[in-house]
């Protein structure tokens, strides 16, 4: 599955109730999911709406700290958010995919964010396991 940014963050963005920088910016996290997690851009709005998220030894249910930069590109009418991830270390996982969301530390009140698939799984054995997300989240006019 292609990644993709979930429809709620559209909204709350316009809103105003999701700043990606600037003076106060809001607070981020990445959890990582299973295969078996299908996001679905319209219907999932918070954090309880994920499923299968990823669990083993070193990896922090809910997720690692993930720092935003806006990049503004004229020349092609768009807004390109990309990621900084905080690192798994000694884990033992297997993940499919990447949630990012707006933390607020209720699940019910987590924001969705963007989906990002690696394309397969990726695992970790007793190691770092960093997540790159070499495609920024895209809003495009």
């Not at 807004?79 to 499919?96: E, F, G, K, Y």
């Not at 990012?100 to 924001?111: N, P, R, W």
């Not at 964010?113 to 997540?131: I, L, Q, W």
């Amino acid at each position: 599955m292609p990644s993709l940014i979930y429809n709620s963050c559209l909204e709350v963005l316009c809103k105003g109730n999701i700043i990606f920088g600037g003076g106060s910016p809001s607070t981020f996290k990445a959890m990582l999911v299973t295969s078996a997690y299908t996001p679905d851009k319209d219907a999932h709005l918070t954090r309880t709406n994920v499923s299968n998220e990823v669990t083993g030894t070193g990896y922090t249910s809910t997720g690692n700290t993930a720092t935003p930069t806006v990049t503004k590109d004229t020349a092609n009418d768009r807004l390109d958010i990309s990621w900084s991830i905080a690192n798994w270390t000694s884990a033992t996982i297997t993940a499919r995919a990447v949630v990012i969301y707006k933390s607020t530390g209720t699940a019910s009140t987590d924001l969705l964010v963007g989906y990002v698939d690696f394309g397969s799984d990726v695992t970790s054995t007793n190691g770092t396991f960093a997540v790159t997300v070499s495609t920024p989240l895209r809003f495009q006019n």
